[in-house]
């Protein structure tokens, strides 16, 4: 067995502990790019705190998911106010952000001389700027992984800039920041971590590493996900949650995900829609068609027993199946109320053209086998409707 591992270069859990951010800082510079979500009054507290410790602090508002037009507006403010750290803090397309602008600091050129599928797909020679990634939403665990996902409007695609590179210098995750988010973000940043430790867990580059994370994060998700969402100031629930997403993170970055990430980014692309409600609405018909594949074509596959794990893990029952954990999904999906992929304006028409695009994604390649282009359109109708 082969397999690399490789994460954020530190990372701090635990309630309260966003206070280490302005002192980890001060270690590698003064002029301090806040890379923030659409209200940057949410990051108030930290900018006071930074420029209390003597730092000069330049917000930039990350408004909605990032596109390269918004990385490259990003990056002229950076080199304009000479920043020599970056700081994100938000959900994950802030620290997307962060990631982009931090890597593109410190190399030559614009983003999609670096970006894949659409761009050039150059490798990034140099360490991106000093980079800290604190999330308040707990879905991504974008703050441990080595990619940025930026939209290409012109091109109606969400693809990946991706390098070592990006790795945050420092990943500080503070359940408290997540305490009182909205229902319906809860629902669909959980069910995001929740479908990247199921699908990294069945993964063809699982390994023993990740392997623990998710077995350790699945049963989080399932029994503090509910709570979050119904309960929205529970600290526990919140804990487990992030907790769960950062387990996530550091699980997909190193196993890869499947056929529902696989569908997310060009759906991403072409819909305005949040990243977590179309991976929910696809979750438990993309385990139903991978199981009936591989019964039917792979039927000593080890994802077939990792599906049976997957049940037990999310129902706590000792006799649960694979099909235990399609209902477990189907159903909570609908008491989080994750509408069908129809409520986004995908049409039957869509349908060709986003499995041609899904062939494309990085994600698909870990699916536990190659769905036929028929399994795949029934995956897309059924979450569809």
């Not at 994460?7 to 003064?30: C, D, L, Y």
């Not at 602090?57 to 750290?85: M, N, S, W, Y």
């Not at 441990?144 to 693809?159: D, F, I, M, S």
């Not at 028929?374 to 409707?385: F, H, N, P, V, Y």
Request: hydrophobic share 45%; net charge neutral.
């Amino acid at each position: 067995m082969q397999f690399e591992f490789a994460t954020a270069t530190r990372i701090i859990f635990g309630e309260g502990t966003v206070s280490q951010v302005v002192p980890a800082a001060k270690q590698w510079g003064s002029r301090i790019l806040l890379v923030t979500g659409h209200n940057p009054d949410r990051a108030q507290r930290l900018r006071a705190d930074l420029e209390g410790g003597g730092a000069r602090c330049f917000t930039f508002a990350v408004k909605g998911e990032p596109t390269v037009d918004l990385i490259g507006r990003g990056l002229d403010l950076a080199h304009e106010r000479q920043c020599d750290v970056v700081i994100a803090i938000g959900g994950g397309s802030v620290i997307d952000a962060g990631k982009a602008i931090a890597g593109l600091l410190t190399n030559p050129g614009d983003v999609m001389d670096y970006l894949e599928v659409v761009g050039k797909g150059n490798a990034l020679q140099n360490p991106a700027a000093p980079f800290i990634a604190v999330p308040t939403t707990a879905g991504t665990g974008s703050e441990v992984t080595r990619n940025a996902v930026l939209g290409v409007p012109e091109r109606q695609v969400k693809v990946s800039l991706r390098s070592p590179h990006l790795l945050p210098r420092l990943a500080v995750v503070d359940p408290e920041l997540t305490i009182g988010l909205p229902a319906a973000v809860t629902a669909s940043t959980g069910l995001d971590a929740l479908t990247q430790l199921i699908e990294a867990y069945v993964s063809i580059r699982a390994n023993p590493l990740t392997d623990g994370f998710c077995a350790r994060g699945i049963p989080l998700a399932a029994r503090s996900l509910r709570r979050a969402f119904h309960h929205g100031h529970e600290s526990e629930a919140r804990h487990d949650m992030l907790l769960a997403a950062l387990l996530s993170g550091m699980a997909l970055a190193n196993a890869g995900l499947g056929v529902v990430h696989g569908f997310a980014a060009p759906l991403g692309g072409r819909f305005t829609a949040p990243h977590g409600a179309i991976c929910a609405a696809i979750l438990p018909y993309g385990i139903e068609i991978n199981l009936r594949a591989l019964r039917a074509r792979d039927p000593q596959s080890v994802a077939l027993r990792r599906y049976q794990e997957v049940g037990r893990m999310l129902t706590g029952w000792p006799g649960a199946t694979a099909e235990n954990a399609i209902a477990w999904t189907w159903e909570i999906c609908h008491e989080l109320e994750i509408p069908p992929l129809k409520a986004y304006g995908v049409g039957e028409q869509d349908i060709p053209t986003l499995i041609a695009e899904a062939a494309k994604s990085s994600s698909m390649k870990g699916n536990p086998l190659a769905l036929t282009a028929e399994e795949l359109s029934e995956i897309l109708t059924r979450a569809r409707d």
